[in-house]
């Protein structure tokens, strides 16, 4: 039998998608035929450039839209939601993707710092989960993802805010699937390692740096240290678990913290 994961004709909101893993997915759903609204900060040009690329390379009739909700702020978090459905006229899919860091010892990090983290890494997810589902149960049918992390499962120092809001996620995505589990829609987490991001690249420089050691050694002794594989995540590979889990294939699938972390949260 061959395993379809075409999803024509249907629209998602992936928050945190003006680079990285977002963007990464925003295309592999569009790939898929699925119309997609975009949200993020950055660089306003930038933004509509990369959006007018998807657009131009998507199938016809697929639209890619963006809105520049503040993940901070629940009152635009709703109208996200709410400008999917009035301008496309649906939501099938909903990926919170959307997360900050910063690394600290506890009794250093700054109140604000971690004020902020629990609300884009974690807050945001309930509000635009809130908010798309009422829609997705009229509708009989939902999918939401959320990308919680290794750190979701398993803990490091410094990151206190972070891996709090990331095992948050993991809780979230557990008891809201238990709640809609008979209304079609499953709530999965996504959990990667390291994954190659913008972010991680300046990152990988920065230590060279200060540690006076090659960029290789760098990615192998310290960015990928707890990951037994020593290689990143791909973005294609995050991309074929999410249409995974939003295609009719993955129906079974709800409640679930899929790793996907070269090993990482096995030892």
Known sequence: MAVDFRLDGQVAVITGSTSGIGQGMAQALVGQGVSVVLNGFGDAAKIEADRAAMQAAAP????VLYHAADM???????DLIGFAHRELGRLDILVN????????????????????????????????TKHALPIMKAQGRGR?????????LVASPFK?????????????????????????????AICPGYVKTPL???????????RGISPERVVEEV????????????????????LYLVSDVGASTTGAALTIDGGWTAA
């Open 200 to 210: 991680v690249e300046m990152q990988i420089g920065d230590q060279a740096r200060t």
């Open 160 to 188: 206190s805010a972070y891996v709090a809001a990331k095992h948050g996620v993991v809780g979230f995505t557990k008891s809201t699937a238990l709640e809609v589990a008979r209304a079609g829609i499953t709530v999965n």
């Open 72 to 78: 901070t702020k629940p009152g635009q978090i709703a």
């Open 60 to 63: 016809t009739g697929v639209r």
């Open 97 to 128: 993707n959307a997360g900050i860091q910063h690394v600290a010892a506890v009794d250093e990090f700054p109140d604000e710092k971690w004020d902020q983290i629990i609300a884009i890494n974690l807050s945001s997810a309930f509000h635009a």
């Open 223 to 242: 960015i990928l240290a707890a990951q037994p594989n020593k290689a990143f995540v791909e973005y294609d590979q995050l991309a074929g678990l999410l």
């Open 144 to 152: 939401i993802v959320n990308i919680a992390s290794a750190h979701g």
